[in-house]
């Protein structure tokens, strides 16, 4: 990063968060993992179950969720609507990179990903940058399944039935 003030609220825009969630079909995961207790894990998982097409981007797996695990970005035989980086934040600068030459529309880094060049690098790709967000909460958020404390509770109101 460079020394001068880094302002990380331009990359969390409520309503690009909202035109990315919305349409959105195809999202290549980076660094997506098969162990089922990593939040990518999790991640994957929740946007699969929700309609997504998942594409899992690890060198060191050959499926993950069911699906073909690519090595890289470029390897991925179709387009990707949204790069979503589950990666060291020193790493962003190349998926930045690769996410602008396979003519990705989106670059999602999770909660902690942040890097001030990486994000340069998408943008001036023309790609829109969401940076320090997770997609599952966002998404959570908008379709309007979360419960205050991060779980769907199936119920429309907060008072207990037989409570008066």
């Not at 998926?95 to 670059?107: D, P, Y």
Request: glycine letters at 8%; one cysteine or more.
């Amino acid at each position: 990063m460079s020394d001068a003030a880094f302002d990380l609220t331009r990359y969390q825009d409520t309503t690009v968060v909202q035109q990315v969630l919305h349409n959105a079909k195809t999202i290549a995961v980076v660094g997506l993992s098969s162990n089922i207790l990593r939040a990518s894990y999790f991640v994957g998982f929740y946007l699969k179950r929700h309609g997504y097409r998942v594409v899992p981007v690890n060198p060191k797996e050959t499926e993950i969720l069911g699906e073909t695990s690519y090595k890289s970005l470029s390897d991925v035989p179709f387009p990707v609507d949204v790069v979503n980086v589950f990666r060291a934040p020193a790493a962003l600068p190349g998926i930045a990179e690769e996410a602008v030459a396979v003519k990705a529309s989106n670059l999602w880094c999770q909660f902690t990903v942040i890097n001030e060049e990486g994000g340069r690098i998408a943008e001036a790709g023309g790609l829109s940058v969401i940076m320090d967000r997770c997609i599952k909460v966002e998404h959570a958020r908008y379709v309007g399944r979360m419960h205050w404390l991060g779980f769907n509770t199936h119920r429309i109101t907060s008072v207990r039935g037989g409570l008066q």
